[in-house]
């Protein structure tokens, strides 16, 4: 893997869906101190993987929110019409820069496409916003089937647990 461009500590940390359940693209929204703006496409189940490794981390941490001051990390600006970086996420991984009291996120794109990497840092109190919105994000989508878990649609799911033959709404 090439090095990670290096975004530093992020002005401003976001998660996002667009579409309709079912059909959503997700994608996680970076923009720098010094205003770059890198657009990372990623599945469903990496965003989720993210949101759960942070909530680990702060939960290690004993993160209470009240305790933590704020971060330099902004709620209020936009992003940026256009991304200097846009690309999917082949791989994501998260440590904890203890030292700093920073998380640190590495998105990797796919090597053989050529696409870029990015490492960034956000504080915990933005770790727990963008968990927050990682968890609105995912809740937003098709409910889970009681019995196999898989996604429901609105109009109807044929449950692998019942061999395909029985049909939950």
């Not at 923009?31 to 890198?38: H, I, K, P, Y």
């Not at 999917?88 to 700093?100: I, K, T």
């Not at 409910?143 to 061999?163: A, F, I, K, M, T």
């Amino acid at each position: 893997m090439a090095e990670p461009r290096d975004l530093g500590a992020l002005r401003r940390i976001a998660a996002g869906a667009i579409g309709e359940p079912g059909r959503r693209r997700f994608r996680l929204m970076a923009l720098s101190q010094e205003g770059a703006f890198a657009l990372m496409w990623l599945e469903k189940e990496q965003l989720a993987a993210l949101g759960d490794a942070i909530e680990t981390v702060l939960d290690a941490e004993h993160h209470q929110p009240p305790a933590i001051p704020p971060d330099d990390v902004q709620a209020v600006p936009d992003f940026p019409a256009s991304a200097d970086l846009e690309f999917r996420v082949a791989q994501l991984s998260m440590g904890v820069d203890q030292r700093r009291g920073r998380m640190v996120i590495v998105a990797a794109g796919a090597e053989e496409a050529g696409d870029p990497s990015v490492s960034m840092e956000i504080g915990f109190r933005a770790g727990q916003e963008l968990r927050e919105q990682i968890s609105a994000v995912l809740a937003a989508g098709r409910p889970p089937c009681p019995l196999c878990g898989g996604p429901v649609d609105p109009q109807s799911h044929v449950c692998p647990r019942h061999n395909g033959h029985h049909q939950t709404t």
